[in-house]
């Protein structure tokens, strides 16, 4: 039997993250099994750690977007099936991507047809981002070409899903819909918060039984789409953490958010965009027990998403940074945040076993079917 491929888009910091464990969870509840497939442009991801923690069967696929690295789309879906044989698969695409029912589904469908039953395109979004991109709140945006990519990933969406709905009131999610639905007509709106359950299973229903229609391929500029990508900085880091100088323990659900909220403001005052930064903690050699905490926007506030039940001896922290902001300052901002609250703050000795900051490469799909 063929196993649904679910693709769950959307930009940087929508919560596809929290929405998919939601999801993998309901799936689970209703005796399906799950596998789940992340994807960045870099190693070291969060989105893989979180799965990991909640026991789902997770492949990771870094160095590139799906569409660029097809063949290794292909191969992890291939693996799970061998070792979980999952009824569902719900893969994570780059949030920075475009493109993806002509450069993913279309193909998927066309050459794996018998082994896949691909389902329509979904898109995130943040309310409160696109809220400020469609002109409907003030608040700090991106530049012109980031803001085409988000507009090319809601044009090529069949179903668009506003998360977060208990950030906006009634009126506000009725304005926002509204626009929506005049800017992309042939999209099905939803409005779900993936953090409170609300709205969820109407969307899963839908996700689980509609048909994909890949008839209408998006039209882009891939010079455009490029420059977009080009203009967001990219840092991904694993740092040991360790007590020293006395200490026996530390509260890691605060030095996480004290990490955070040291790179919001150092960021701040270099005038970077905050797209998404996202982090977790856990105890070395424990990849179940997590704190994670997220910033989706440069004037937000780091929110702890998942919480450690005790204090650490050692940990093992990743941390995942997207900013319009060129790459050097993203290495700076970390160094100086992580030395100022692990070292600084707190005393505990802290080693970075790995740290990669790069700006995405021009995208070069493996496959782009148009019909």
């Known amino acids: 039997m063929a196993s649904r491929y679910i693709m769950i888009g959307g930009f940087l910091g929508a919560g596809k993250t929290t929405l998919i464990q939601r999801f993998a969870r309901h799936l689970d509840a209703s005796g399906l099994k799950v596998g789940l497939i992340t994807n960045d442009q870099g190693a070291g991801l969060v989105d893989s750690a979180i799965g990991r923690s909640n026991r789902f069967a997770v492949e990771e696929i870094p160095g590139g977007c799906f569409c660029c690295r097809f063949n290794s789309l292909v191969e992890a879906a291939a693996n799970l ?12 695409p780059v949030g920075s991507c475009t493109d993806l029912v002509a450069t993913v589904s279309l193909p998927l469908q066309r050459i794996y047809g018998d082994d896949y039953s691909v389902a329509p395109l979904s898109v995130l979004l943040d309310p409160i981002r696109a809220g400020r991109i469609l002109g409907l709140r003030e608040g700090r945006k991106f530049s012109d070409n980031v803001l085409y990519i988000y507009r090319k990933q809601l044009e090529e969406a069949s179903f668009i899903v506003v998360n977060k709905a208990d950030l906006i009131d009634e009126g506000e999610r009725e304005e926002l819909v509204a626009a929506l639905s005049r800017e992309f007509p042939d999209a099905e709106v939803f409005v779900v918060s993936a953090r409170e359950g609300e709205g969820c299973e109407e969307w899963f229903d839908a996700v689980l039984s509609a048909e994909g229609d890949f008839g209408h ?27 020293g100088g006395g200490a026996e323990e530390f509260d890691g659900n605060e030095l996480i958010g004290a990490v955070a909220q040291a790179l919001r403001e150092k960021l701040e005052d270099a005038g970077a965009e905050v797209a998404h930064l996202k982090a977790t903690l856990t105890p070395q050699g424990d990849p179940y027990e997590i704190a ?5 926007r440069g004037d937000g ?15 093992e922290l990743l941390l995942n940074i997207r900013a319009e902001v060129d790459p050097e300052t993203l290495e700076a901002a970390a160094g100086d945040a992580l030395e100022a609250e692990i070292a600084v703050a707190r005393g505990l000795q802290l080693r970075i076993a790995h740290l990669e900051h790069f700006r995405p490469g021009m995208p070069v799909p493996t496959h782009r079917l148009t019909s």
């Not at 882009?220 to 203009?231: K, M, N, S, T, V």
């Not at 994670?292 to 989706?296: D, F, I, T």
């Not at 506030?301 to 001896?313: M, Q």
């Open 81 to 92: 099936c061998e070792t979980t044989r999952p009824d569902v698969l719900l893969a994570e």
């Open 217 to 243: 391929p998006l039209e882009i500029d891939y010079g455009r789409y490029g420059e977009g990508e080009a203009l967001l900085g990219w840092l991904n880091a694993t740092v040991e953490i360790r007590c």
């Open 292 to 296: 994670a905490v997220n910033l989706v």
């Open 301 to 315: 506030v780091p929110e702890l998403s998942h919480r450690l039940y005790e204090p650490l001896e050692d940990g």
